[in-house]
């Protein structure tokens, strides 16, 4: 017998995740950031607890399964080294607020985590269409 389990109730920024990756299966995970920032931040840039609130919204994703990290390599998907995953997590260490461009961006030293996308896993697609 199937087990039933409680409905998962997402925040409206969980869902806005599921939503920006639902056409096209993943998005980079910069877009989705700056996406995001547009739908949710009222504050003036930069909004840091924007940003606190986007990490928590993604880290529950994650643990949920709805979404991953990963990177397209010779037309596969890879998932992302835990090591990687954990900096991708710390949102005020990884992004930096640019001015000029008026969005977020990679901070320096991160900015080799710029292939890395945020994909929506089956288990995300069917909460979608279930919601």
Not at 24 to 38: D, K, P, Q, V, Y
Not at 59 to 79: M, Q, T, V
Not at 91 to 112: C, G, L, T, V
């Amino acid at each position: 017998m199937p087990h039933h389990h409680p409905k998962v109730k997402l925040s409206p920024i969980q869902n806005a995740i599921n939503w920006c990756l639902e056409d096209g299966g993943s998005l980079e995970f910069l877009a989705t950031i700056n996406t995001l920032h547009i739908e949710f931040s009222n504050l003036p840039a930069p909004d840091i607890e924007f940003l606190k609130s986007a990490e928590s919204a993604v880290k529950n994703s994650i643990f949920l399964k709805y979404i991953e990290f990963c990177r397209h390599f010779k037309g596969n998907w890879i998932p992302v080294p835990s090591v990687e995953q954990e900096q991708l997590l710390s949102f005020q260490e990884i992004f930096s607020w640019n001015a000029k461009k008026n969005m977020w961006d990679w901070n320096e030293r991160y900015s080799d985590l710029h292939t890395v996308e945020l994909a929506l896993t089956k288990k995300g697609y069917e909460a979608l269409t279930k919601s």
